[in-house]
């Protein structure tokens, strides 16, 4: 994969406009095209997995695991749904981990194309919908006993609101384990409209009881510096 991708290269990121990667000498895109990036196969996880040398997949997914441990359940059992789910590698790391079957939700289509074409076989299910939608999305997700909820990297800033996650917690049923992973800057409790005041009303509401909430580095920029997530695990009140 390597050699297929020689000629890709990282770029520092311009001061207001986000981070960009040179597909070749005559194609630039902001790393955040998804679309694009996905039309590739395996470029999305050599720019990611490892050139910014991402973790959030696997720390979500052990993080999952190890919810699903504390709480006795045997994950064989399982139906976990893995909210932006991508090219399927959270999926793929819950199944490689022991869990019976996964339904992926993506707002792309592209995502989903791409996953069935690079990891065919690891979804039960994959739907496209955004949960800002709950409506929609229940009811496609409603042939599925949904028994836990994994995500990396989703939620937060221009990926999906908190809202999206309480809407994403609401499918399960209660004592579910959870496992989610959101960029630090939208975990600050003080803002009233961010993450980190919408997990401390799930928990005071009683949808939420929180097992782990750790700090971990999610991947570094394209000019090399760190860039810090939450983990938060959980089970469903």
Excluded: K
């Excluded at 997995?49 to 045997?74: D, I, K, M, N, Y």
């Excluded at 975990?187 to 928990?203: I, N, R």
Aim: aromatic share 8%; proline share 5%.
């Amino acid at each position: 994969m390597t050699d297929v991708f020689a000629g890709v290269r990282l770029l520092g990121p311009p001061e207001t406009d986000g981070e960009y990667i040179a597909l070749s000498e005559h194609e630039t895109v902001h790393l955040h095209e998804y679309t694009r990036i996905y039309a590739v196969p395996g470029l999305y996880e050599h720019v990611v997995q490892e050139r910014l040398r991402c973790t959030s997949p696997q720390v979500a997914a052990a993080g999952f695991l190890r919810a699903a441990a504390t709480l006795g359940l045997e994950p064989d059992s399982m139906t976990v749904l893995d909210v932006g789910a991508g090219t399927g590698l959270v999926g793929e790391l819950v199944r490689h981990g022991g869990v019976g079957r996964v339904v992926g939700v993506d707002a792309l289509a592209a995502a989903r194309a791409a996953s069935l074409r690079d990891r065919p076989g690891v979804y039960a299910g994959y739907v496209v919908g955004d949960f800002l939608h709950a409506d929609e999305l229940r009811e496609a997700l409603r042939p599925y006993a949904l028994g836990g909820l994994v995500s990396a990297g989703a939620f937060g800033g221009t990926h999906a609101t908190p809202q999206a996650l309480r809407n994403a917690l609401a499918v399960l049923s209660s004592g579910a384990p959870v496992a989610f992973t959101i960029d630090e800057r939208w975990m600050d409790a003080s803002d009233p409209d961010g993450f980190g005041a919408a997990v401390e009303q799930l928990v005071a509401d009683g949808r939420l009881d929180v097992l782990e909430r750790t700090r971990f580095q999610h991947r570094v920029t394209t000019t090399g510096e760190p860039v810090f997530y939450q983990l938060v695990v959980g089970r469903t009140g």
